[in-house]
């Protein structure tokens, strides 16, 4: 089966709000197949009627210098732009698509996706959530299977960590599951 893993960076919280880059993977249980990474012109904002949280750019204000500079010194591409070449990066056909929470980085996108005009490449019965994995596997043994990113909040970074943790969730789950006895 083919998985693909989303990581956003944004500028706020909720629908709507600027979204700075969009890292993603492609993979299956045991082998990272692709990796993509996509900057959005920050300047395109208003001319989407997107909106910043103050609380979200003040947060990033805390994080790393490694975050800020993926942030700052990658290649932008106009909204539209940026998500047509990440629409067209994959065979999102029968992939699920993945994110360390459901609640944020797919209604984000969505509306990010509308506001463009630009047609969202996945079916939401694909949408999954990760959050509900770590649930399900329990604090302990997740800890023990979380991969952590070279780099926090890169959008790239961050959804490969997630995808490697992810493979090692798999890795386990197939070693446990009982064995067909007919």
């Known amino acids: 089966m083919r998985h693909i893993m989303l990581d956003i960076e944004t500028l706020g919280v909720t629908p709507g709000c600027v979204v700075l880059s969009i890292g993603a993977v492609e993979f299956n249980e045991?082998?990272?197949?692709e990796k993509y990474s996509v900057h959005i012109d920050p300047n395109d904002a208003a001319d989407y009627k997107l909106h910043c949280d103050v609380s979200t750019v003040m947060w990033w204000m805390k994080q790393s210098k490694e975050a800020h500079n993926a942030i700052l010194t990658a290649r932008k591409l106009p909204l539209e732009d940026a998500l047509t070449e990440f629409r067209n990066r994959f065979l999102w056909k029968d992939a699920l698509v993945w994110c360390n929470g459901a609640a944020f980085d797919?209604?984000?996108?969505?509306?990010?996706?509308?506001?463009?005009?630009?047609?969202k490449p996945?079916?939401?019965?694909?949408?999954m959530d990760m959050r509900t994995v770590k649930n399900l596997?329990?604090?302990?043994?997740?800890?023990?299977?979380?991969?952590?990113?070279?780099?926090?909040?890169?959008?790239?970074e961050d959804?490969?960590?997630?995808?490697?943790?992810?493979?090692?969730?798999?890795?386990?789950?197939?070693?446990?599951?009982?064995?067909?006895?007919?």
């Not at 996945?122 to 949408?127: G, K, L, Q, T």
């Not at 596997?137 to 790239?156: C, F, I, M, R, Y």
């Not at 959804?159 to 599951?177: D, G, M, T, V």
């Open 159 to 182: 959804a490969i960590a997630q995808a490697k943790s992810l493979q090692n969730y798999f890795a386990i789950r197939n070693q446990e599951l009982p064995k067909n006895t007919k």
């Open 106 to 119: 797919f209604p984000i996108l969505t509306a990010l996706f509308t506001k463009a005009g630009v047609p």
């Open 30 to 33: 045991a082998t990272i197949l």
């Open 137 to 156: 596997a329990g604090k302990q043994l997740w800890k023990s299977l979380e991969v952590k990113p070279t780099v926090a909040h890169d959008g790239l």
């Open 122 to 127: 996945w079916e939401y019965y694909n949408e």
